[in-house]
């Protein structure tokens, strides 16, 4: 089984990052959309890789997690039990679409998980913005004006942006119905998203 450290040698800033989840959730998805549940852009800083992505509290950890853009070491989603396998695929960004990328991830970070149609519904309702991991690498590849192809809200059609690099696998034993029933979107505070967009501009590298 490869350890986080060994995953992290193939990654580069930039690199599509595809997860196939263990909990109830990402079973569904799974089934409905090639095997995968879940995408985020990386970040390398030495021997580090962070993930930016926009995520369900219950996969990174419990309920104790907010909900929504965020940025987390590959490490601690490697070792969380909740991810099983991954596929690295890289779009070939230029040093300027990168920091567009970084930029627009800044901007977005703390919105809320987009969970399902009813709860985007609720939260139009309310007139207040979700997005899911699919909205937020979509709305970064625009931004930076590297999506070419013409994609629906799909992870299989999303990962023919990028060129596969190499697959990664670990045995798991989680128990689908507690992870899903125990799961938490709680939406982030005004001071976590403070907190955590500072904490992600110093790794980043993005100044004031």
């Not at 369900?56 to 940025?71: E, K, P, T, Y």
């Not at 709860?119 to 991991?133: A, G």
């Not at 590849?141 to 190499?166: I, P, W």
Request: proline share 1%; glycine share 6%.
């Amino acid at each position: 089984m490869q350890s986080a450290d060994q995953i992290a040698k193939d990654i580069k800033s930039g690199d599509l990052i595809f997860f196939t989840g263990t909990v109830f959730t990402s079973f569904v998805t799974q089934l409905a959309d090639g095997g995968m549940s879940h995408v985020g852009m990386a970040h390398r800083i030495g021997n580090d890789v962070y993930i930016m992505h926009s995520v369900s509290s219950h996969s990174m950890g419990g309920r104790n997690n907010f909900a929504g853009v965020q940025m987390t070491n590959l490490r601690l989603m490697w070792d969380v039990q909740m991810y099983k396998r991954l596929d690295v695929y890289r779009l070939h960004l230029t040093t300027k679409q990168y920091e567009i990328c970084k930029h627009e991830f800044l901007s977005l970070f703390g919105t809320p998980y987009d969970r399902n149609p009813v709860y985007s519904w609720v939260r139009q309702l309310r007139r207040k913005k979700s997005m899911n991991c699919i909205h937020l690498v979509l709305h970064l590849l625009e931004a930076c004006k590297a999506r070419t192809k013409k994609f629906n809200l799909r992870l299989s059609h999303l990962k023919t942006h990028g060129t596969f690099v190499k697959s990664f696998n670990k045995p798991v034993s989680v128990n689908f119905l507690t992870a899903f029933i125990c799961q938490s979107n709680r939406d982030a505070t005004k001071e976590e998203i403070v907190t955590g967009k500072s904490n992600a501009r110093n790794l980043l590298g993005v100044s004031q």
